[in-house]
DNA sequence: GGACAATTGATCCAAATGGATGTAAACTGC
DNA sequence: GCAGTTTACATCCATTTGGATCAATTGTCC
């Protein structure tokens, strides 16, 4: 039994989740909470069904939409240290998903670009990320999940979100 | 230079952001960026001066609001693997911020407490939190910011964030 | 009350992580 | 064009992670 008798202190689980977004902490709280259960879900998921890890896919995902970018514009739009991206990239490579065109202009980089294999790998990984993001957004009407999306977007555009004032 | 001449595929990272922010998984991948972002600043931040991982203070912030509780309760609050509570927990303990009492009721688990020094702690380790939620929220007005609890809460209450259909 | 399942939390260990460093190439100032 | 700095990416290695397992206790059903 979770509580039973006179326990004031330990509600529910719910109740748990009700009075931690109510804190302080509330909008961390909150949001934190979403993507962390989600990516729980569907970050073992997908890791179960095509042995690859979260950031293969989204750098493959990111690779896709901007063929010939270097693995360092990978970071911009995952913010995950230099050396995940890199193996990320490499595991990409090895398995034929990706392949590394050396750039006329600067022979340190590589531009990154999609295989045929790696957009079907792709296709294949897209549609039940697709099919859970539509589950997870399931309780906001298509009203809300623009407005949703709107507010994100607003916060992602913010300055300080990747260079804090306040932490150094 | 990122792009300089004729390159269509790769815009600089603003575009690049906002182009992913209206993909397929613009949803995932607008409020994913939000939270992964923090997450590098503030567990950085924490780590380094407190020497302690997210999941320690984590479990700390919920010790302290709901006193009593069992690891297993955590669990539902962060969503995170039970044996990287377990570790967490050691750690508070080992370290005096918390104290573990026997239930009566129940002699597997045990009942969490903050100690003294474990609230001081925590006090220590809150004030730049919170700080650093006021910056990360600062792009949104009063009255957003609010909406945007609103529509977060509303998501985690869905009952298919943390037991998906169409994710075994 | 006794056998079997479920739950709580700790621990094992192979694999992943990330800070630091290395290597090579490109800018910068003179 | 030459030292010094910066950038792109790879790699090293100590630490962390998390799936699996274990031990102890509780619940269930007959």
Not at 35 to 41: G, H, R, T, Y
Not at 138 to 167: H, I, N, W
Request: glycine residues 6%.
């Amino acid at each position: 039994m979770n509580d039973g008798g006179g326990g004031q202190d330990c509600p529910d689980g719910r109740q748990m989740l009700d009075r931690i977004m109510a804190s302080d902490l509330r909008y961390l709280m909150a949001v934190s909470y979403v993507v962390l259960a989600n990516n729980q879900i569907t970050n073992r998921f997908i890791e179960r069904r095509h042995d690859m890890p979260v950031q293969a896919w989204s750098a493959l995902y990111a690779i896709a939409q901007f063929p010939g970018l270097r693995a360092r514009d990978i970071q911009v739009l995952f913010p995950r240290p230099q050396n995940t991206i890199s193996r990320a990239v490499a595991l990409l490579v090895r398995r034929g998903h990706v392949r590394e065109d050396p750039l006329p202009d600067d022979a340190r980089a590589k531009g990154l670009h999609p295989t045929a294999q790696g957009l079907a790998l792709l296709d294949r990984i897209l549609e039940p990320v697709a099919a859970r993001q539509a589950e997870l957004m399931s309780p906001l009407t298509r009203s809300e999940q623009e407005d949703f999306l709107a507010l994100c977007r607003k916060l992602a555009a913010g300055p300080l979100l990747t260079r804090s004032q306040v932490m150094g």
